[in-house]
């Protein structure tokens, strides 16, 4: 039943889908049931619940919809947006040009910004076009949160910052992808009208659930919004919240036990130290990077990603060579290069439920992937730049004191 | 981690989500993979052609959609429709209900026929439209196989005829949901244009597939349907499918595993066995309503559906209380009646990966919920009836023999 | 991995291997764990207290040990008593006549009384020997609670009472592996000084775990007694016990889990609840076995047992064709005659995590079954005999309502 | 449901319990079944056959008997010997200081040949021993093949040659629990008369067999033998054996699948590959160790251990504060230092399904703990130790080539 086995466990690297806990394996380990007794309401109203905590929001309204993050998108711009609408996006990397696409094949009317992909947004840029949009053309500024294809992060406050600063009406939606509850995501102090993330991403779970937080102004604009939906159509949630049955359609019954269970563990460990834990990953990762003499794909410092690492390789080596060795000979997971930077780089995902020990095996087996194709790598100094950080750094777990 | 823990199995009764089979539970028992890894892409390569057996076709184009069966119809219509056109659509219960209100909100022109809930699609009404459309106006059909609420099949092989009749070139776009895999479906000789069904329903699975089977018609009127679409876009599958990756965004990787297993355990017992079984189940149930004295909803015998039986109580019977004493003092999950028939019918669904035995245990159960709520049942004369069938008529078990 | 499968729940009704809850099974769904670490042993300690409360004894001291209840007799009787000492003990059954066998081999000198296999431990001759043995040279009784080849319950309280009346200080031990956790057991108040049970039985777990729980007199015994013992012997245990880390040797992870999962359920269910539970199911067994017109292998109704039916097929039967038939035609697992009556009885377990529709389409599928072998039975008959009792007597579930 | 939950996975470096890889958790995913069911004796009999190739025999007799290792080792002698035998045995460590524990309470005449903890079998004695015993007093030789607690591996090659220089004719029974699967184990070339190991060994699966196979002199000895003995008596299981049912009491259903899938995946990677990869992984823990500056507990390399390594600690560090540290802040798992090496030595078990990402995980975490308890260790210097050896010798993995 495994197409392709190799002994001992799957080092699974990609940034997503992410290792799953075996908590959580177990809690979605269970027979269908029937969604419409009252075991499930019951159960989903905690979930809406705590779904909030993880999107930093107490006001926002939170959708499950059964689908991926490709469909979480189309969510969030349907439902709030009018064909022919203006929207300002910047184009950074492979995700945020797919989501890009898909704005422009639902007609709205795409103001792309584009940067090199290894630069974050370019928020000049925005300051400039809503310095000059006097009469409020634009109706949505789209930005992912963390770009997964190079390893950016954008800078969602001063985002918000400009939008307060020029007094711009624009919605606010993000790609919160690879970002939320892994990195510091505030819907509500920055102002986000939708945000976003997939269940097999930070949250740890199989593919299966599009999360979307809408604020209440994003739900405002949903009731003049002229885009044409159905499945993705919030109002026919919103219809069963108020009948507190809660679902217009068929949930899969495993995901939401799975994401109680998810939740469970988040908040066991406390969604801040989830995020110091995303912290200190990303950091030793870079570290170790650097080490190696390698260079991020990310340029600046201020970019830095904490849930993934797109990491250069020399000219001469084809990165794509990398992953498939890793795969081959390793059992390790690592992410391609995609698009404009197939070839030139490798993606280390670190993010989901992932301890230090797995990354620096991972981190170890890279180093040996490095030498495999003829890249003069010192073996050890990787994992000993990690080790050196981290040893000063990771805190007990608080179960175990 | 059960929100209403109650002893031994729960009996799972409902037409959807249905009982999983314990190989396809440990199949699904996973963690996450890759899934542009080779792996993924081999196994979902084999999903691909068996899927079309059970669509019972040789020339059609599958896809998986994570999605629900409500975005399995939108993929289906968005795919191969234009707004504006004309559907000949048929509300016989609340499925196709739902689904024509999807179709308008979907800005076609749906030219509903309606029938008594109860009853199945009205063909004679249909052929006076082909009749008369000499101009062909009406682009599709779109017709339940087989209506959930009421537990009517309607026949798919007399709207092909009308439509060969007639010589019109209308799509016929068919909800499979509850049929496909359970009923005798065909899509090839039916020449069905748009079939679908989803992973909860007769392949015995958790929710989160939508499975579509695009005809080389309907392939070649995705080319010019103008419908607005993204996340449901076949386009981007073929894409992938030539490319041989498969997947436009990320699958649920224990869902393809645990397809692969109930494809499996399908072809073991053998589709036309499986389809054998459901008769048996579906013809043991009518017997046991008969004994009981109690009407099938479904008002003449060419409707049954071997997948749901939809059962009538006296006026001063409530079916909710009905099902609410099932779930809350035996443990057994029964279908709601919906809407119109709301207080009116219980279902019995018997699909999925289910024996005789547990339809039994069923019977049983509404047997004394029947007297619970005040309804003079002779006790055992259903599970009588039923059981003088089955004794007659059910096989071996092939691999035991 | 099924080496004959059938389609639908295998309906599981020996008296042992049980049906294991969802939710149990769920919780042994883990990789292994260091059994030294402070985790193991926390955990142990609840288990260690609660399982305590199954053998309603709050000064008894319970071992875990990892084995069958071929194991747990033999832990009983090796650590309480010496090679040639006198045991009296009861052959009612197959059970009884292996735990005898056993007793001779560890070479002690068992004063055997037997019963008619249908009959219950002849309690008068016990009271005969008790009287006459004023020299105390019988050591111990060892009696089953419930003999599960023939499906009698022994009256253990009298056994105390007769030892009491006769001052009689021999040792009480009490095989009640198809009696505890489901039959009314009461270690301290009947005085029983080694009670035991599997893991498989009522606790509804799979095979792995020998209960054995040790009166402060059995306690005392161990230390003189001279049986050679190593693996099952209890001192082992008490000095880890003492220590805080519980195990001589490796547990099973899973099993510990998994007693944890089935100890929370049964007390969310309430013990004396089991209880009824199992005394409805017994009762309805019974009065479906009596409409068919046939014979309970127990032949007097202070014996019946209400964990396991053995129903007497008429002499033109070979009962092994029942059990046969069920498992081939019905995926239905019924008990086999053994030894004596082999051919002459089949049996009905209905003991564990069991809920009266599963019991119900276990009956008629015995029916249809005797139907199938010859036997005039009136289908429908017992589950309505069933159903007239139970639908008087099934509680509503707490939790639900 | 985990006492002491942690994030990531846990990383499982005793030696055994040992890691279980998914498709054998997967397969033991199951409810119970009747084993008396003719399934369970065909699934049996493949067992018994495959098990005889992980000894290397095809003339023993195996027995897979519901207990741990202990229960093994009892069964090996009480089935073989009579008490007052003269057994020699050698002490070398905490696992081999046991089972002379239970050969004395068992009362056999032991010869203990002791070893300072850290060397071998002192085979020169046994030499010796055999020269003088012209009467054939010695009836059988025990040895642990690896002793756990020491990381020693015995000489079992030269034992036979010994055995067969002097032509003398005692059983040799040997303790395979933490080699056999994972190291060249031998049972017909080198005349071994019983081996045995445990499930949570090598084999990876939880505790709850005890494997143990005889050779044709064990079972010619078995009959003479007088030890008492019931639950483990071979001769209940060779009566079964004959009748085809296998079982003389309950097995675990789950176990005998999880072996079932246990057995494929060690024939799929090939048990000779399997047995390379315990030696490359042993190799790179011993490079490790060097690296750090520390002393390998075992004191010649012709001993060294390829499932386990005990690291001796400088006298100013207590080992037992590295292996709590090592749970408390990195989730990774270590073995104590057992007895008389308590506090000297911690233990980095590398047996079972594991591979060498996983066991660099485990040496940076090592380099991280050291640090924290006070040694000067140059971090990065054990993995760059290990990777240097590994980064030449790991294969490809054979299905992904």
Same mark, same amino acid.
């Given at each position: 039943?495994?197409?392709?086995?190799?002994?001992?466990?799957?080092? !699974?690297?990609?940034?997503?889908? +992410?290792? /799953? =806990?075996?908590?959580?394996?177990?809690?979605?380990?269970?027979?269908?049931? @029937?969604?419409?007794?009252?075991? %499930?309401?019951?159960?989903?109203?905690?979930?809406?619940?705590?779904?909030?905590?993880?999107?930093?929001?107490?006001?926002?309204?939170?959708?499950?919809?059964?689908?991926?993050?490709?469909?979480?998108?189309?969510?969030?711009?349907?439902?709030?947006?009018?064909?022919?609408? $203006?929207?300002?996006?910047?184009?950074?990397?492979?995700?945020?040009?797919?989501?890009?696409?898909?704005?422009?094949?639902?007609?709205?009317?795409? @103001?792309?910004?584009?940067?090199?992909?290894?630069?974050?947004?370019? *928020?000049? /840029?925005?300051?400039?076009?809503?310095?000059?949009? #006097?009469?409020?053309? %634009?109706?949505?500024?789209?930005?992912? #949160?963390?770009?997964?294809?190079?390893?950016?992060?954008?800078?969602?406050?001063?985002?918000?910052?400009?939008?307060?600063?020029?007094? #711009?009406?624009?919605?606010?939606?993000?790609?919160?992808?690879?970002?939320?509850?892994? *990195?510091?995501?505030?819907?509500?102090?920055?102002?986000?009208?939708?945000?976003?993330?997939?269940?097999?991403?930070?949250?740890?779970?199989?593919?299966?659930?599009?999360?979307?937080?809408?604020?209440?102004?994003?739900?405002?604009?949903?009731?003049?919004?002229?885009?044409? $939906?159905?499945?993705?159509?919030?109002? @026919?949630?919103?219809?069963?919240?108020?009948?507190?049955?809660?679902?217009?359609?068929?949930?899969?019954?495993?995901?939401?036990?799975?994401?109680?269970? &998810? !939740?469970?563990? %988040?908040?066991?460990?406390?969604?801040?130290?989830?995020?110091?834990?995303?912290?200190?990953?990303?950091?030793?990762?870079?570290?170790?990077?650097?080490?190696?003499?390698?260079?991020?794909?990310?340029?600046?410092?201020?970019?830095?990603?904490?849930?993934?690492? &797109?990491?250069?390789?020399? =000219?001469?080596?084809?990165?794509?060579?990398?992953?498939?060795?890793?795969?081959?000979?390793?059992? *390790?997971?690592?992410?391609?290069?995609?698009?404009?930077?197939?070839?030139?780089?490798? $993606?280390?995902?670190?993010?989901?439920?992932?301890?230090?020990?797995?990354?620096?095996?991972?981190?170890?087996?890279?180093?040996?992937? *490095?030498?495999?194709?003829?890249?003069?790598?010192?073996?050890?100094?990787? +994992?000993?730049?990690?080790? &050196?950080?981290?040893?000063?750094?990771?805190?007990?777990?608080?179960?175990?004191?």
């Amino acid at each position: 039943m495994d197409y392709v086995y190799g002994p001992g466990r799957n080092h !699974l690297f990609v940034p997503g889908p +992410v290792n /799953i =806990p075996e908590p959580v394996i177990r809690a979605m380990n269970r027979n269908n049931e @029937d969604y419409r007794s009252p075991a %499930i309401p019951a159960m989903t109203k905690t979930l809406l619940e705590d779904v909030k905590k993880i999107f930093k929001t107490t006001t926002g309204t939170p959708f499950m919809i059964p689908t991926t993050g490709t469909g979480a998108w189309e969510s969030a711009l349907t439902n709030t947006l009018s064909p022919g609408d $203006r929207i300002v996006s910047f184009l950074i990397g492979q995700f945020s040009l797919l989501w890009i696409d898909q704005q422009q094949r639902l007609k709205f009317n795409v @103001d792309v910004v584009e940067s090199d992909w290894g630069q974050g947004a370019n *928020l000049d /840029i925005l300051a400039e076009k809503l310095a000059a949009d #006097h009469t409020h053309t %634009i109706k949505a500024i789209c930005i992912v #949160h963390n770009e997964t294809a190079t390893g950016v992060t954008n800078n969602l406050s001063r985002v918000r910052k400009l939008l307060d600063h020029y007094g #711009h009406p624009a919605l606010l939606l993000v790609d919160g992808v690879s970002s939320i509850c892994a *990195l510091d995501f505030r819907m509500d102090e920055w102002g986000v009208d939708v945000a976003l993330t997939g269940s097999q991403k930070a949250l740890s779970l199989p593919t299966g659930i599009g999360l979307v937080c809408a604020s209440a102004k994003a739900l405002e604009a949903s009731k003049s919004a002229k885009s044409v $939906r159905v499945f993705f159509d919030w109002n @026919d949630y919103l219809k069963f919240y108020k009948l507190g049955t809660f679902w217009p359609y068929t949930p899969s019954i495993q995901l939401l036990y799975g994401l109680r269970a &998810a !939740l469970d563990l %988040i908040f066991e460990e406390g969604l801040d130290n989830v995020i110091s834990r995303h912290s200190r990953l990303g950091k030793a990762t870079r570290l170790a990077v650097e080490a190696w003499g390698l260079k991020n794909c990310t340029q600046k410092e201020e970019w830095f990603s904490d849930t993934v690492t &797109a990491v250069l390789v020399p =000219p001469y080596i084809d990165s794509t060579e990398i992953v498939r060795s890793a795969w081959k000979r390793y059992n *390790l997971s690592l992410g391609l290069g995609l698009n404009k930077v197939a070839g030139k780089v490798f $993606r280390i995902g670190h993010l989901g439920n992932l301890n230090e020990l797995q990354l620096l095996g991972c981190l170890a087996g890279v180093e040996m992937i *490095l030498k495999d194709v003829g890249y003069p790598v010192k073996l050890g100094s990787g +994992v000993a730049a990690a080790c &050196a950080y981290l040893q000063n750094n990771i805190p007990m777990i608080p179960s175990r004191i």
